[in-house]
């Protein structure tokens, strides 16, 4: 019984795993680069345009920032 909890637990794993590496590998999309995008795409469908999005104003450092990097 335990061996077959065991055999259960580790196929689990293993699936959560390769599940977790799914997905698209490249950098972060920001919420202007996706504004930019859906304009774009919109504009090459032929619907109605979403807003012209605002540039990002510049970011201010944080003092917590040296952590991350």
Do not use: H, W
């Amino acid at each position: 019984m335990t061996e077959n909890r065991i055999l259960a637990a580790f196929v689990l794993a293993t699936v959560l795993v390769t599940a977790a590496a799914c997905g698209r590998k490249s950098d972060l999309d920001t919420p202007y680069d996706a504004a930019v995008q859906a304009r774009k795409d919109a504009e090459r469908a032929g619907e109605p345009l979403p807003p012209e999005p605002r540039k990002p104003v510049a970011d201010k450092p944080f003092i917590l920032d040296r952590l991350i990097q």
